[in-house]
């Protein structure tokens, strides 16, 4: 199915949801750390598989003002906190665009760009191709489609992460991919040019009583260097690193059914600095 602007990413929904419940997929109850031994072979499967496609698809502290401010040495500590500004109020396919020229905005922006550069619909071509021309600059968007597709498309790794060749999660199951930001803050800021790290939780995984790769949670920290071009901000390359990673409650996670129903059922957010 092709991309239409009533049909945008947003329909996967992009929310953290941790569920009371029995056994996680007719497991153990969950441990703190990496689950079980099964777990752990396949988180780090799918992350080193994830960090080889990003590479393979990316060559290669300031103040908390809300304008556009000289180059800073270091970053000062500053809040992520609400600041009663609507982030936007415009979608372009479903994604949202339109922020503003100030490094609220630019923090806006890379925190609803991680979000949907981590959803499911990275692994379907139509929406891959969407998303990769609405959140990159036009001068590397290309370059970027197609290493991307190159990397989404290998059949080892999607075999390896439980996904049919065209990325469809088999019968019965339902493929997570979700990335729910913690905070942002700018490292370096210019009048069209500011780099902005996000910290963020995942879930990745199947979820269903058959699932093999049951949805597991990991944290990473994204360098978004973005540049002002057509009236928006824009990505022009990306880094992606472990951690900051909290010591795990010792929660009983959800059955598989509990997980399928809140991936269903919640939906996601657009962020705001």
């Known amino acids: 199915m092709s991309p239409t602007e009533e049909q945008g990413y947003s329909e996967t929904g992009q929310t953290r949801t941790r569920l009371p419940g029995g056994d996680p997929y007719g497991g153990a109850p969950r441990r ?16 080193v598989l994830l960090i080889a496609a990003i590479a393979f698809a ?18 000062k500590a500053a809040a992520t906190a609400a600041t009663g500004s609507r982030p936007v109020e415009t979608k372009s396919g479903g994604i949202p665009s339109g922020f503003a020229h ?29 998303i990769v021309d609405t959140v990159y600059a036009r001068d590397v968007a290309a370059a970027k489609q ?3 597709d190159s990397a989404y498309s290998n059949e080892k790794f999607l075999s390896n992460i439980g996904l049919a060749k065209d990325g469809s999660a088999p019968k019965g199951q339902t493929f ?56 928006d901000w824009k990505i022009t390359d990306f880094q992606q690193k472990d951690g900051p990673v909290p010591v795990g409650r010792d929660q009983t996670a959800s059955t598989a059914d509990d997980m399928t129903k809140a991936v269903e059922e919640y939906g996601g957010f657009t962020y705001a600095r």
């Open 58 to 75: 990316n060559r290669g502290d300031s103040s908390s003002t809300d304008g556009p401010a000289a180059k800073t040495d270091q970053p």
């Open 32 to 47: 703190t750390g990496r689950s079980s031994s099964r777990s752990l072979v396949t988180v780090v499967g799918v992350v």
């Open 146 to 148: 197609s290493a991307m």
């Open 176 to 231: 997570v991919s979700r990335v729910i930001p913690v905070g942002t803050k700018v490292t370096s800021s210019g009048s069209d040019a500011t780099t902005v790290e996000v910290w963020y939780t995942s879930l990745f995984g199947l979820s269903g009583e058959a699932s093999r790769n049951p949805v597991t949670e990991s944290w990473y920290t994204t360098t978004y260097e973005l540049k002002w071009v057509d009236t």
């Open 102 to 130: 100030t490094q609220q905005g630019a923090q806006s922006a890379a925190a609803n760009y991680a979000v949907v550069l981590g959803s499911a619909d990275m692994f379907n071509t139509a929406w891959r191709h969407q």
